[in-house]
């Protein structure tokens, strides 16, 4: 990890951790060094300890320190898409015969891989809901070895208390994994509080701009990120050295984009909280969450995700195809506002099952643009 890390806070890490001005002509950014291999000075006479780039590449090393320092953590892998992290991860901690503890909401993709690939390999799950311990607890056997959780949840927005679940987790010898993507590291340091393993889809808050995919893993064990690296080589699913750069200049600019998607994402609230046409407001910042006492206590502030339900499947339909700044489209965490139907969309996967999502719910990711034309786009779509 960058030295940077442990020397500064939160924000001057995201811009200079795993970057440092070119000793040869002074450039302050690093280069996207787009090479698929690497001169050798003889026979496994690696330079700087690169051979070929999808062993190993500058641009994505540089990365790979940002990310584990905006964590705080020592070790950080990167890769193509959240969901190859998310493989990664799994297949490194679980065996056929093995079992996991997964969240009652969750991303739909996530649940997908593990419903229908893992347990083609003999790999078994239950579900607890994430912010009741004692579900949690109950839902761990002898065979778990993983409890893999996302805080808050996608799309209902669920807490768990992420040093009380790791309590619970490391008191059963298993391995606890806390996807950070709705609160990104500006928000919330799940290491800090237990965790074994974070995983981001970078594609969200860090790389901000809805330009590029990729995903990251971060330890602070050595054992879990040798482990990470090996399947990172093995099965190739990394980034290319542009898909890098562009993660890491956005990450750049986390801290003051995540405040803006706060402070947005708190006026929608307090709008749709008084409109007729809104059934349920699903936001950690509301004093009346069900979760928001865990939320303050491990969270700076509570996120640009808000989630409403409307009453019905067609109400929702119809905010969706209404609204004119906030764009009908899937993922999240971009600088600009985005509307979608959960259940018909990012999360279709879940249907029939425990993890399907309410048919009037729309989830909304909250830009960062001026807070009142979010604001009047909203009550033209309501109206």
Known sequence: MNDAAD???????????????????????TPIYASSTFAQDGVGGMRDGYEYARTGNPTRRSLEQQLAALEGGAYGRAFSSGMAATDCALRSLLRPGDHLVIPDDAYGGTFRLIDKVFSQWGIDYSIAPVSDLDAVRAAVTERTKAIWIETPTNPLLNVGDIAGIAEIAHAAGATFVVDNTFASPYLQQPLELGADVVLHSTTKYLGGHSDVVGGVLVTDSEQLDADFAFLQNGAGGVPGPFDAYLTMRGAKTLAVRMEQHCTNAEAVVDLLLGHPKVTHVLYPGLAEH??????????????????????SRQ????????????????????IESLIEHPGAMTHASTAGSQLEVPED????????????????DLEQALA
Do not use: K, W, Y
Request: aromatic share 4%; with cysteine.
């Open 7 to 29: 020397r500064h806070g939160f924000a001057t890490r995201a811009i200079h951790a795993g970057t440092e001005p070119n000793p040869l002509n002074g450039a302050v950014n």
């Open 361 to 376: 719910l729309v989830r909304l990711s909250v830009g960062i643009e001026d807070t009142a034309d979010l604001l009047a």
């Open 315 to 334: 109400a929702a339909l119809d905010l969706c195809a209404r609204t004119e700044l906030f764009t009908l489209a899937e993922s999240l965490g971009g």
């Open 290 to 311: 069900p979760n928001h006492a865990v939320a303050a206590r491990q969270m700076r502030r509570f996120g640009g995700m808000v989630s409403v339900r409307l009453g």
